[in-house]
């Protein structure tokens, strides 16, 4: 798969997506760290990828319909979650070849004890 990788997610993101296999660019590597979520999520559409964001405005379906996107990955953690945890979370998820498959166009709100996918 193709992952977007927003800025508000440490550097270390990126990296460990594409050592499980997938390509991965964070907005950062591409002069987009500063940019506006409408600005990123065009981005994200015109080039097929899954968005992965703490962002939850892109949970919005409204806004942010999933079926023009790769798919919407928002992580919605606690403010305190450490980075360790970030990608522990992030690596659970991505190894979940059924979550994966069921990704494409479709939002995906990943909590510490459970993901939802939506639309159903």
């Not at 390509?23 to 065009?42: H, K, L, P, Q, Y």
């Not at 899954?50 to 405005?57: A, E, V």
């Not at 945890?85 to 459970?114: C, G, M, N, T, Y």
Request: proline letters at 6%; glycine letters at 4%; a neutral charge.
């Amino acid at each position: 798969m193709r992952f977007l990788v927003d800025a508000n997610l440490t550097l270390s993101v990126a990296p460990l997506i594409r050592a499980l296999g997938h390509e991965a660019i964070d907005v950062r590597e591409i002069a987009m760290g500063n940019a506006d979520d409408s600005v990123i999520a065009r981005h994200a559409r015109k080039n097929a990828f899954c968005l992965i964001t703490r962002d939850k405005d892109f949970g919005d379906i409204r806004n942010y319909p999933p079926g023009d996107y790769g798919g919407i990955i928002v992580l919605d953690l606690p403010d305190d979650f450490r980075t360790t945890d970030v990608l522990r979370l992030l690596e659970v998820f991505l190894s979940r070849k059924e979550w994966l498959q069921r990704l494409p166009a479709r939002l995906a709100i990943v909590e510490p004890s459970r993901v939802r996918f939506r639309p159903n």
